[in-house]
T-cell receptor
Framework: AQKITQTQPGMFVQEKEAVTLDCTYDTSDPSYGLFWYKQPSSGEMIFLIYQGSYDQQNATEGRYSLNFQKARKSANLVISASQLGDSAMYFCAMREGPTEFYFGSGTKLNVKP | EPEVTQTPSHQVTQMGQEVILRCVPISNHLYFYWYRQILGQKVEFLVSFYNNEISEKSEIFDDQFSVERPDGSNFTLKIRSTKLEDSAMYFC????????????FGQGTRLTVV
């Protein structure tokens, strides 16, 4: 089974609108971490936001927020007030145990002016 | 701000040659990783390294690959006898400790095997 599933290969959003990128995960480990990374066309991986499995509140970082629904095993990324510079690939990832991360297949976000 | 540094940014090599990709993790970090991303595809885990030994490795990380931390600062990925399908972006990442802290990624090395 896939550890991380991102069902939206591509998304479009109008500039200044909010957009939600979906991510579901699969783990039986009670302790895990969920991450979102942005990969612009230049290729680097930029950390955006983190949510721990025991965190009670949804994580927020500026315009990014993570809608963490533990029972549904979902960790959707919400970007408010989209900007043209938000156009990129977005990867959801999970750390399970002390070592490796599992990445989803990514969602390509295009922000339209 | 501390960052993970990878060199070179782009490496072109002939099929069958050996390449070494270099990474300098953040200095007080304890866990180190290599990932690869074939163009347009998902990021794939290769190997994790802790306390001077491999912690976990994926199916991709076969005998063709090896990792080393030769001098306490560099973290290298060696690919022996490169194949065309090894062409990819290779990312190094480091993490501070065992708790759920984020992994910081380098900017990647684009390997092209011709």
């Amino acid at each position: 089974a896939q550890k991380i599933t991102q069902t939206q290969p591509g998304m479009f959003v109008q500039e200044k609108e909010a957009v939600t990128l979906d991510c579901t995960y699969d783990t039986s480990d009670p302790s895990y971490g969920l991450f979102w990374y942005k990969q612009p066309s230049s290729g680097e991986m930029i950390f955006l936001i983190y949510q721990g499995s025991y965190d009670q509140q949804n994580a927020t970082e500026g315009r990014y927020s993570l809608n963490f629904q533990k029972a549904r095993k979902s960790a959707n990324l919400v970007i408010s007030a989209s900007q043209l510079g938000d156009s990129a690939m977005y990867f959801c990832a999970m750390r399970e145990g002390p070592t490796e991360f599992y990445f989803g297949s990514g969602t390509k976000l295009n922000v339209k002016p | 701000e501390p960052e993970v540094t990878q060199t070179p940014s782009h490496q072109v090599t002939q099929m069958g040659q050996e390449v070494i990709l270099r990474c300098v993790p953040i200095s007080n970090h304890l866990y180190f990783y290599w990932y690869r991303q074939i163009l347009g595809q998902k990021v794939e885990f290769l190997v994790s390294f802790y306390n001077n030994e491999i912690s976990e490795k994926s199916e991709i990380f076969d005998d063709q690959f090896s990792v080393e931390r030769p001098d306490g600062s560099n973290f290298t990925l060696k690919i022996r006898s490169t194949k065309l399908e090894d062409s990819a972006m290779y990312f190094c990442a480091s993490r501070l400790d065992r708790t759920n802290t984020e992994a910081f990624f380098g900017q990647g090395t684009r390997l092209t095997v011709v």
